[in-house]
Nanobody, 115 residues
Framework: QVQLVESGGGLVQAGGSLRLSCVAP????????MNWYRQGPGLQRDLVAS???????NYADAVKGRFTISRDNAKNTVYLQMNSLKPEDTAVYYC?????????WGQGTQVTVSS
């Protein structure tokens, strides 16, 4: 069974920073894009950022200029550096990889931003 293991969530004041990490099995990580999603209270799960195996990145408009996704292929780890956090960034953040026809999710990590 494929496991994605996330860490790094927590409680932070508005304007602060957090870095999320997600470790994936190498066989999945190396050849696939990695994604971060989030789901706020009462909201749908939305894509926050993605990074291809070659390092190209894409961001949701709401986080552009504040969040940075990166990957360390030697550690099979994808990161989400979140700066200038806002209360509306409060959500459970999920690591995701799509290895067609399969799709895998992490367990989620809570990020809470207080005003």
């Amino acid at each position: 069974q494929v496991q994605l293991v996330e860490s790094g969530g927590g409680l932070v004041q508005a304007g602060g920073s957090l870095r999320l990490s997600c470790v994936a099995p190498g066989s999945i990580f190396r050849s696939n894009a990695m994604n971060w999603y989030r789901q706020g209270p009462g909201l749908q799960r939305d894509l926050v950022a993605s990074i291809t195996s070659g390092g190209r990145t894409n961001y949701a408009d709401a986080v552009k200029g504040r969040f940075t996704i990166s990957r360390d292929n030697a550690k099979n780890t994808v990161y989400l550096q979140m700066n200038s956090l806002k209360p509306e960034d409060t959500a459970v953040y999920y690591c995701n990889v799509q290895n067609v026809p399969y799709e895998y999710w992490g367990q989620g990590t809570q990020v809470t931003v207080s005003s």
